[in-house]
């Protein structure tokens, strides 16, 4: 019922930024929690960050400081901005959509790999 696009993955050198960009689509409620999760080779999904219809936001440790969250909810698209980025941060990174009771929709994912 929701569908999530995301684009602006890429090649960055360490140190670099990147800019995650996540556009959804369809049966989309009032009440919901849009994201971020990332997923190295032979790693879990991990979650990255996190924002409610509301604004609310949170962030793994691991990101905290550096990746900022933010969401359009005329639009229904949630962005990710990635500043000083490590090797560690290289991962597909996908869009999340949570719905209010619970149910998870998600995107395709985009490669972000961070090397010199």
């Known amino acids: 019922q929701v569908q999530l696009v995301e684009s602006g993955g890429g090649l960055v050198q360490p140190g670099g930024s990147l800019r995650l960009s996540c556009a959804a689509s369809g049966s989309i409620r009032g009440s919901n929690v849009m994201g971020w999760y990332r997923q190295a080779p032979g790693k879990q999904r991990e979650l990255v960050a996190t924002v409610t219809s509301g604004g609310r936001t949170n962030y793994a440790d691991s990101v905290q400081g550096r990746f900022t969250i933010s969401r359009d909810n005329a639009k229904t698209t949630v962005y990710l901005q990635m500043n000083s980025l490590k090797p560690e941060d290289t991962a597909v990174y996908y869009c999340?959509?949570?719905?209010?009771?619970?149910?998870?929709?998600w995107g395709q994912g985009t490669q972000v790999t961070v090397s010199s």
């Open positions: 999340n959509f949570r719905h209010g009771w619970g149910a998870d929709s």
